[in-house]
Every structure is written in structure tokens, then in C-alpha cells.
């Protein structure tokens, strides 16, 4: 199984709502990712998960939330978002190796905030 | 991470090999040049890896010249299906830093 999962596929939220992304794996990978691409970009990373600790954050607003409740798992919590992080979200699993990683990406969840 | 630089877009009938070339003058000698490509609305997929020699998989083939300032993946036969964007990524430490790619379209 070399697939990685991710819901909802879409996602229509207010300004003032609260959601969640969520995204799986079950290839015993202990890295998890969040990125984030706007239209017609490349993919920018959000965060890294490394045995379940948060290892990288790039500089994100607080309005976005990650989590990791396990290995398999991860989460994005949104809140207060603003119409610009309109984007799809895009989660990606690999092992945890310094220089050798191959990532395996999810299909995405293209989130609208109007 | 050493930055890479990619032509915009590229044409290429089916059936024909693509090249697509990438350069990565700053890369360090430790650093990792992979290949990522996006076909349109899903996820990023991995292509293939390579330091110092040329690799070849299921998928295409990588070059890496000598001076290991550039590289060419290639595709030899190419489909309808391989219309994507293609992304050459040189990696030093855990994270992908996309830059803005080669968008191939493959015609009839």
C-alpha cells in the first residue's frame, strides 16, 4: 500500500468556522507533511512531523494547527482563516532519512474560504 | 538548498523521448537531485533520485553530468499521460524545496 489519503477532497468554510484536514498513511513512514499550493505554484512546505514531533514549522500563522495523534495520522486544524489561504493542501509521507526520501503524496483537499 | 533552474514549458510528441534539463550550479556534494512531477490536480509524485551517477527506473532516466552542476531527466517514450509539471528538486536536509518547474505538454 503506497497510498496516501487525505479528507475532505473539498472544503467550503467562513472566516469564522473551524475545521480540520485530516490525512493517513500506512506505510510505516514516521515523517509526515504539510504543504500548501496556491494556483498555478509549486508546492510550499508547511510543516514536518518526525516521529511524531513537530520538527519543522515554517513560519505558519497560528490559525493553522497541526497535529499528529499517531504514526498514521495527521491533522490540520483551521481556524479564523482568511479568503487567501484558499489553496489546496497537500499532506506527504516518507521515512525519516536525513538525504535520502523519497515523499508520497496525498491527492490533496482544495479548501475555499470565503 | 541550492536553488534550481528549469525552462518554463516544453513541447513533445508521443512516442518521442523527452529531455528535460535542469541546472543546480550551487549544488554541494552531498546534496541529492531528485525529480517530482504533477499531473494536473493531484499530488506531487516521485520520479527518481541520484548523487554522482546516472539512474534509471520503471519510470525515466536521470543524468547527472560530471561537474554535477546539471542534470536531464528523460523520458523515453513519452505518453499522453505524462503531461505534467516536472519539478527538479536538489535536497541537502528533510525538506523539498519546489521551485517553479517545467510544465511538458506531450501531443498526439
Known amino acids: 500500500d503506497t497510498e496516501v489519503t487525505q479528507t475532505p477532497k473539498h472544503l467550503v468554510m467562513g472566516m469564522t468556522n473551524k475545521k480540520s484536514l485530516k490525512c493517513e498513511q500506512h506505510m510505516g513512514h514516521r515523517a509526515m507533511y504539510w504543504y500548501k499550493q496556491k494556483a498555478k505554484k509549486p508546492p510550499e512546505l508547511m510543516f514536518v512531523y518526525s516521529y511524531e514531533k513537530l520538527s519543522i514549522n515554517e513560519s505558519v500563522p497560528s490559525r493553522f494547527s497541526p497535529e499528529c495523534p499517531n504514526s498514521s495520522l495527521l491533522n490540520l486544524h483551521l481556524h479564523a482563516l482568511q479568503p487567501e489561504d484558499s489553496a489546496l493542501y497537500l499532506c506527504?509521507?516518507?521515512?525519516?532519512?536525513?538525504?535520502?526520501?523519497?515523499?508520497?503524496f496525498g491527492p490533496g483537499t482544495r479548501l475555499t474560504v470565503t | 538548498d541550492a536553488k534550481t533552474t528549469q525552462p518554463p514549458s516544453m513541447d513533445c510528441a508521443e512516442g518521442r523521448a523527452a529531455n528535460l534539463p535542469c541546472n543546480h550550479s550551487?549544488?554541494?556534494?552531498?546534496?541529492?537531485v531528485y525529480w517530482y512531477r504533477q499531473i494536473h490536480s493531484q499530488g506531487p509524485q516521485y520520479i527518481i533520485h541520484?548523487?554522482?551517477n546516472n539512474e534509471t527506473n520503471e519510470m525515466a532516466s536521470l543524468i547527472i553530468t560530471e561537474d554535477r552542476k546539471s542534470s536531464t531527466l528523460i523520458l523515453p517514450h513519452a505518453t499522453l499521460r505524462d503531461t505534467a509539471v516536472y519539478y527538479c528538486i536538489v535536497r541537502g536536509f528533510q525538506k523539498l524545496v519546489f521551485g517553479t518547474g517545467t510544465r511538458l505538454l506531450v501531443s498526439p
Open positions: 550551487t549544488i554541494s556534494g552531498n546534496e541529492y
Open positions: 506527504a509521507s516518507s521515512q525519516p532519512r536525513d538525504r535520502v526520501n523519497e515523499q508520497y
Open positions: 541520484g548523487l554522482k
